[in-house]
Every structure is written in structure tokens, then in C-alpha cells.
């Protein structure tokens, strides 16, 4: 039997959790392995987004301690999708399905057994799904969700739920791998890889210990970046507006010529003034978004890497440590 499973875990200032997540990990893992669902090769992989604590010497003594652990140091913070990618795409050619997952263990563990089972059914993607989430404050809850349904109605489709718990195999991977972008958002593009997938519902749990790497400032660029990477929607409302705007003046300037022609003439400032801010502010918004998209275009033509990778912690101990 070949599966070699390989869990990916982005983490970021984790210090507080990683041991316990650590622990729980090892019993599922070593669970699975002695039900013969997955290859003793199985790895756990933490990459460690440029933590400014501990957690990056938590993880080297994991992987002196236990073979199951490996880990992969980044040069410096790049935020959760890119650590993410960069661990996918490292172990990519090393294991037969990969799982990614938090580090606080808000994603249930248990949900990872089904996960496998559909994947050795032959499925290529499984989606972690929240069944509820009762367990997030009201504000998170609120924002999250609305999160969801503004990527939709924008055209970006996204499993609803769905954060970035999920199964995936290595030609899902290697899917994966040939979407270039540099604004990658992995929620939006996972689904247009294709191949056969399904879902797992699980209950998401609060988080185990420290407080959520993701302020709203951060919410809202996620939600930004998703949705400006994934459609051209609201570029197109800001035609749309634009025409109905037009339309409204136009209507507005045949009203003013039929008043003159009565010999009114037409009373107030006030409504010019309206006017002018509202068309003004329009405008700015609508700038503000095209430029956006012209800043993606930017970006992509730089092409910069979405990571850079200071050192991988893997293979066995008795080749002598092997570490690149
Ligand atoms: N994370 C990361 N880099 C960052 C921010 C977060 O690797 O810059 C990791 C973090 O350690 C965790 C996962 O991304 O494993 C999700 O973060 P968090 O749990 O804080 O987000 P929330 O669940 O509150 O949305
Ligand atoms: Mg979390």
C-alpha cells in the first residue's frame, strides 16, 4: 500500500497551541497507520509563516523528537495562503493526498478519517464544511458568512463554509500547480481544478488557545483579494452605475429644458450640490476599484515569488539527518 499522507499546517505566532496540536495529531495519525489507511511515510508539515515566537523551535524539536513532523521555515511573514501554498507545494511530489489545515485546532481532527476514506474512494478533493458555527463570536460569524454570499453574488465561486480544510490528491495538486497567478486565492481556485470531489461537515470548534491571526483589517483585504482575483463583476457594475447615472441626467437635463422653454427657471442649490458629491463620490469608488484591478495587473507582470523557503526539516533521522 502506497498512501502517503501529508498534512500541511500554516502557522503563524502558534506557540500556545502547536504542542497539544501536535499530540492530537500523532494519535490520528498513528491510528491511521495502524489501520492500514495510509503509509507509514505519512508526514505532518508546519510552515512556519515567520512567527516572531517560539513556534519555529517548537517545530525543529518536533522533528527531532518524532520523523512524523517536518516543517518548513519561510524567509519571513507572507500570510496565511501563501504559507499554505508553499507547503503545498513542497510536499506535492512526496505525497499521494495532501490535508491543510489551522494549527489552532478549530478544524475538527476527526473529520480527517472521512476525509481519507472518501479519498481512497477516489476522490480528489474533499471540502472540510462547517456544519454550524456557534462556536464564533456573532461579529465573526456575521462577516464570515457575508463573506461567503458578497464572493458569489461577485461571481467567485467558493464552497460556502468551506475554509481551507481540505483533502486533495496529487494530480489535484499538480491541478493546482498550474495556475500561475501570483494572486492566487486558493478558496476560489481549488474549485475550478475539477476531477471528483465531495465534502465532510464537521463542527468548528473555538480555538484552542491564542487569539485569531486574522483582525478585520486583514478580513477585509482577504475578502478584497478574493474577490478582484477571481471576477470581473465589479467592474461591471461600475459600468452599469455609470449608465444609469447617465441616463439619470439626461432625464434630468430634458426636465430642465422643458421648465426654461416655460419660462421657469429652475430653484435651489441644494440638488446641484447632492449632484456633485454623489457623482463625485461614485467616481472615486469606481476608480478606486479599476485601480485595484490595475494593481493586479501590476503585480502579476512582476511576478514576484509567493514565498521563499529558508529551510525544509524532512526525511529520517538515520540518513544522517538529512536536512536541504
Ligand atoms: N496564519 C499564518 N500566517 C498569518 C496569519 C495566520 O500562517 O499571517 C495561520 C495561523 O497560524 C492559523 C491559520 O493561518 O494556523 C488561520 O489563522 P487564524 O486561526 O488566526 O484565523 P481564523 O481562524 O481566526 O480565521
Ligand atoms: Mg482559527
Redesign the pocket.
Known amino acids: 500500500m502506497n498512501n502517503i499522507l501529508y498534512i500541511v499546517?500554516?502557522?503563524?505566532?502558534?506557540e500556545e497551541v502547536l504542542p497539544e496540536t501536535a499530540k492530537r495529531l500523532k494519535v490520528k495519525m498513528n491510528s491511521l497507520i495502524e489501520k492500514r489507511k495510509i503509509s507509514p511515510e505519512s508526514r505532518v508539515v508546519m510552515?512556519n509563516?515567520?512567527?516572531k515566537d517560539k513556534t519555529w523551535p517548537i517545530i525543529s524539536a518536533l522533528h527531532e523528537e518524532d520523523l512524523l513532523f517536518s516543517g518548513i521555515n519561510l524567509s519571513r511573514?507572507?500570510?496565511?495562503q501563501?504559507?499554505?501554498l508553499a507547503g503545498l507545494m513542497t510536499v506535492k511530489d512526496l505525497a499521494d493526498a495532501v490535508i491543510s489545515?489551522?494549527?489552532?485546532l478549530?478544524d475538527d481532527i476527526n473529520a480527517i478519517d472521512e476525509m481519507v476514506d472518501k479519498f481512497l474512494d477516489g476522490c480528489d478533493i474533499v471540502y472540510g464544511v462547517r456544519s454550524k458555527r456557534t462556536t464564533d463570536s456573532f461579529f465573526?460569524r456575521f462577516t464570515?458568512e457575508s463573506f461567503y454570499r458578497l464572493m458569489n453574488a461577485m461571481g467567485a465561486n467558493t464552497v460556502f463554509n468551506h475554509?481551507?480544510y481540505r483533502l486533495m490528491s496529487k494530480r489535484a495538486l499538480e491541478g493546482l500547480a498550474q495556475f500561475k497567478e501570483v494572486n492566487l486565492f486558493l478558496r476560489g481556485i481549488v474549485p475550478m481544478i475539477g476531477y471528483r470531489t465531495d465534502t465532510v461537515t464537521y463542527e468548528r470548534s473555538e480555538?484552542f488557545a491564542?487569539?485569531?491571526?486574522?483582525p478585520l483589517k486583514?478580513?477585509v483585504a482577504f475578502a478584497m483579494e478574493g474577490i478582484t482575483s477571481l471576477s470581473v463583476k465589479p467592474i461591471r457594475l461600475i459600468t452599469g452605475l455609470g449608465f444609469v447615472v447617465f441616463m439619470v441626467s439626461i432625464i434630468m437635463l430634458i426636465y430642465i429644458f422643458v421648465r426654461f422653454c416655460m419660462g421657469a427657471t429652475v430653484a435651489g442649490w441644494a440638488s446641484v450640490a447632492v449632484s456633485v458629491w454623489a457623482i463625485g463620490g461614485l467616481m472615486l469608488l469606481s476608480i478606486g476599484v479599476v485601480g485595484e484591478y490595475i494593481g493586479k495587473i501590476y503585480l502579476e507582470s512582476k511576478a514576484r515569488p509567493r514565498f521563499i523557503i529558508e529551510q525544509f526539516l524532512n526525511e529520517s533521522h538515520e540518513k544522517g539527518g538529512e536536512e536541504k
Open positions: 499546517i500554516p502557522c503563524y505566532n502558534e510552515v509563516d515567520g512567527s511573514n507572507r500570510g496565511h501563501n504559507a499554505l489545515m489551522d494549527a489552532d478549530q465573526k464570515a475554509a481551507d480555538r491564542g487569539e485569531s491571526k486574522y486583514k478580513m
